[in-house]
């Protein structure tokens, strides 16, 4: 885009730089109950330094998280010597600089008391000039035990407020709610308890003349064509109340040649000043994942003033727009849209949540946090949810994102509870606020802000029993926290941002309602989180038709990989301890057998092993194909319908990742490993796909294209239409009084008929399959024009008409398989499958003898591979234990004597090895008895 100037608002809120001395290191003393001293790392924690001591066992390994619950009892201390010199001694201003403390804390320097904390997400800045000295100083962190501390705030306060403790089934630990600190440290239904102590980021002196530059963030908007960065600065100037000191600003972009100097007179307050810069080069807009490159500048802040010290920022800057949309959808039903726009253009989000990768934050290197994020950018996600029940994630990972193209909803850390209200609690997280927005916003990637997670529905729907009495008293509560303080802090700071109290919530219904919706889950307004474990998930009809579904899950057990170096063999059974203690979701075990059996035949191995071993394989069966089914009829719900409902503009499931080993909701297992899920993942989120399904007897095939949003300024498709201005419009849909179903004014219901569109042609193939061949029963092939339409519904048949020419007696002895291409366009469109029966009912499937016929690795972390097979083999399932990677699919069908797949490695690899360690499981491996 040509822009003709650029627009820079200069916001300084005090200011300047300083010397940094680190006290991060390895030379930290740790000391705690019954005499324990050892050595310890920072940044760190308790639980990591007593390990890398020997002093307790691997935390992960069987019970310990319940036989290692005295290390949150106790209180520990961190302590280290260090030398500072006369020339840093003699600076001014000095500042003892806590980046994060986990969480209740004293700090000694010297001796004497300058710090106490209790905010695990807070920075804490302390002026130290009077207590530091030249050479040799003391300083002494002691940690309260955070669970202890939960508790005494809860008994002080003066009413209840719920919950008190987690479910026993959680092992875990009461009144999370009562400490700022990562709430599923105290455990949750997918984690343990290890509510950890230590300093988890950064500690540092900084020695300064005047002042010294805290933040520096940016925002962009787009007015009148013209784009409008605002640098934002924040600093500290404690000597400046009352008058100012010279500053001289430079801000650079080098990529689009913009360069600019500012004198900025530096004091204790706050100005804004805006600077016209001409501009003549393109700036380029930052997209997310699968829409377009993410773009990103390096920028340049420096800052020097006239007392010498001298501030230099580098950082990456992403110019692009977001919107949240929720605009009347009219007619003569109720509801609002709500989707987002990136750039002015709508857009299907497609992603997952994201918890705390590891129980000690200490364990997650970059490397790790990169293939994880790589791997949701792999499977085709645009956006991650960062829960509220976790921590506000690291630079590396906004940074990460950034580049990724991946958005973020970003939850506040407040999740599935009521909180306290009284001024301290209420001023601590003010601070909270403050300092994360001013840390995070200058990252693209984030787009929304969301208060909370379910404390919304949670007050609304009663989940903890209070009084009807009581109800206003803790409504009251709520508004006071989520809208008061946290909704009005987060406007102050960031206005370039939509803001949503909870999730889920009715957005603005839910403002209209007062805060606190009757119905926070409501299918036509907002978001909604949905769960069943009772209900077919394999069949389309078992879900809601929301606006976004930012949460629904299905839960399976992670591999034997995974699982295997936190256990012993005993453990290694349906029925043992172990396998009832790693399952914190109430009934979780027996609710995955009950799905499972839904579909498929259970485990028969007489050996206690193998049948675990299967059922792990089954249960990951089971979670892909049901969030398969949910995601499909959420994209293929783009459309309105004649009841209102629909317009489904977003699928976020839970979760992505894990924090320990055990069974989960998560689609990538603790150490990176992909389930099968994940694989799935990536081919419901293509973003042009097939999705077949039956209703009524009928037999139909949607087209499935994200491409729409980003090929035209006008689109039309189904019932929704797209006008230059980047708004949406509505239309009722037509429906035949005989049955129901939805018919399309622009398709035809007809097969073996070309669909006449204004757009470029595909093709798709239908083929029926006899479960006992490999040979084609029948085909056809459709033509339609592919561009015009998210969703589409190309093909509507009588499935008992299409059974007929396929010769199947029945729909148990058959299945489809469906695939499309367009002409000159490799793999442009995703292919698809559709089993009309269970497949604990198919006749004529036999064990396929599926084998790895050739290896050829291109280079050390590449390699294609070659599979044949004698029969149909559904969920063929690859693994390569002990190599770190992904293949290019897994869990798949073969409806073909060869399939060829790639396996990329993290990280360089040697073949022979692989090769040796690659194997191939088949489904109906699972039903052979005899002992292998």
Not at 216 to 238: E, F, H, M, S, Y
Not at 295 to 319: A, E, P, Q
Not at 694 to 720: A, C, I, S
């Amino acid at each position: 885009m040509l822009l003709p100037f650029l627009l820079l608002a200069v916001q300084v809120t005090i200011g300047s730089s300083a010397v940094v001395f680190s006290l991060n290191g390895e030379d930290w003393t740790l000391s705690g109950p019954n005499n324990i001293s050892v050595n310890a790392h920072v940044p760190g924690g308790v639980y990591t330094d007593l390990l890398r001591n020997k002093e307790i066992d691997d935390p992960y390994f069987r019970m310990n998280d319940v036989s290692l619950r005295w290390v949150a009892m106790a209180n520990w201390t961190y302590a280290k010597t260090f030398q500072v010199d006369d020339a840093f001694a003699k600076h001014k201003h000095i500042d003892l600089v806590c980046g994060g403390l986990d969480t209740v804390a004293e700090v000694y320097l010297n001796g004497i008391l300058v710090l106490e904390a209790n905010n695990m997400f807070r920075r804490y800045v302390k002026d130290v000039k009077k207590v530091i000295k030249s050479g040799q100083n003391m300083l002494r962190i002691l940690f309260l035990s955070p669970v202890t501390y939960a508790e005494e705030q809860a008994k002080k306060y003066p009413y209840k407020v719920p919950p008190d403790c987690p479910p026993p089934v959680q092992n875990g630990e009461c009144h999370f709610n009562f400490i700022r600190k990562e709430a599923c440290s105290f455990s949750w239904d997918w984690g343990p308890s290890f509510p950890s102590m230590g300093i988890w980021k950064n500690i540092t002196l900084e020695a300064y003349e005047g002042s010294v530059l805290r933040y520096v963030n940016t925002d962009t908007k787009l007015k009148n064509d013209v784009w409008l960065l605002q640098v934002n600065i924040v600093v500290d100037a404690p000597a400046l109340s009352s008058s100012s000191i010279n500053g001289y600003a430079t801000i650079e972009i080098p990529e689009i040649g913009l360069t600019h100097h500012r004198p900025i007179p530096i004091f204790s307050g706050t100005f804004e000043e805006i600077i016209v810069i001409p501009l003549s080069q393109v700036v380029e807009v930052w997209w997310p994942n699968g829409l377009g490159q993410p773009k990103l500048y390096d920028m340049i802040f420096t800052l020097n003033n006239s007392v010498g010290d001298v501030d230099h920022r580098k950082f990456s800057i992403g110019f692009r727009t977001v919107e949240l949309v929720e605009d009347n959808v009219g007619g003569d039903e109720p509801g609002y849209t709500f989707y987002f726009k990136i750039n002015g253009i709508p857009v299907f989000v497609k992603g997952s949540n994201w918890i705390p990768a590891d129980s000690f934050q200490e364990c997650i290197t970059p490397a790790y946090l990169e293939r994880l994020l790589t791997s949701a950018a792999e499977a085709n996600m645009n956006m991650l949810r960062v829960w509220g029940g976790g921590v506000y994630e690291s630079e590396e990972f906004y940074s990460l994102t950034d580049r990724l193209g991946i958005m973020i909803w970003q939850d506040f850390m407040f999740a599935c509870a009521l909180y306290p209200v009284d001024n301290e609690f209420l001023t601590n997280v003010q601070a909270e606020v403050v300092h994360q927005v001013q840390r995070l916003k200058r990252h693209p990637s984030i787009v929304l802000w969301s208060g909370n997670n379910e404390n919304e529905g949670a007050l609304s729907e009663n989940w903890f029993g209070i009084s009807p009495s009581d109800f206003e008293k803790y409504r009251k509560d709520y508004i006071q926290l989520y809208i008061d303080v946290i909704g009005n802090f987060v406007e102050y700071e960031d206005n370039t941002r939509p803001f949503v109290p909870s999730s889920p919530s009715n957005g603005l219904e839910t403002i209209e309602e007062g805060y606190v919706a009757r119905d926070p889950q409501s299918v036509r307004y907002g978001d909604i989180h949905y769960y069943t474990y009772e209900d077919d998930t394999w069949n389309w009809k078992t879900f809601p038709m929301p606006r976004f579904a930012s949460e629904f899950g299905i839960q399976s057990w992670c591999s034997m990989e995974t699982l295997a170096p936190v256990s012993l063999p005993p453990d290694w059974d349906l029925d043992s301890d172990f396998v009832a203690h790693r399952q914190h979701h109430g009934n979780g075990n027996d609710q995955i057998r009950d799905e499972i059996a839904m579909h498929l035949n259970l485990p028969t191995a007489t050996n206690r092993t193998k049948r675990f071993i299967d059922f792990i394989y089954l249960s990951q069966i089971n979670q892909a194909v049901g969030i398969k089914t949910e995601v499909e009829f959420y994209r293929r719900s783009q459309n309105l319908k004649s009841s209102g409902l629909g317009l489904t503009m977003g699928a976020l499931y839970w979760q992505l990742n894990d924090i320990w080993q055990g069974p989960s909701w998560a689609s990538i297992e603790y150490g990176g490993k992909w389930k099968m899920l994940h694989y799935y993942a990536k081919r419901f989120y293509r973003r042009s796909l097939l999705s077949p399904y039956l209703e009524g007897g009928l037999l139909k095939l949607y087209y499935l294209n994200d491409d729409v949003w980003t090929r035209t300024p006008q689109f039309h498709y189904e019932n929704m239409t797209h006008g230059s201005s980047g708004n949406l419009k509505f239309t009722g849909a037509k429906t035949l009084a005989k049955d129901s179903l939805e018919v399309h004014e622009d398709v035809a219901v007809m097969r073996n008929k070309a669909f006449h569109m204004q757009d470029e042609e595909a093709v798709v193939r239908i083929v029926c399959y006899h479960w006992s061949s490999l040979e084609e029963q029948a085909s056809w092939q459709i033509t339609f024009q592919k561009s015009t339409l998210a969703a589409k519904c190309i093909y509507i048949s009588r499935l008992s008409d299409v059974l007929r020419e396929c010769n199947c007696p029945e729909a148990s002895h058959c299945f489809f398989y469906f695939d499309g291409y367009i002409p000159g366009v490799t793999n442009g469109i995703q292919d698809n499958h559709l089993f009309p029966t269970n497949l604990s009912s198919v006749i004529g499937l036999e064990r396929a003898n599926v084998e790895v016929t050739q290896i050829y690795d291109f280079n050390s972390t590449f390699a294609k591979i070659v599979l044949t097979t004698d029969r149909i083999s559904p969920f063929t399932w690859l693994e390569a234990e002990g190599f770190s990677g992904r293949f290019s699919d897994n869990g798949f069908l073969m409806v073909t004597s060869e399939v060829q797949v790639t396996f990329s490695s993290w990280e360089p690899i040697d073949w022979n090895k692989f090769r040796r360690s690659l194997t191939v499981r088949t489904f109906l491996d699972v039903y052979e008895v005899a002992e292998r």
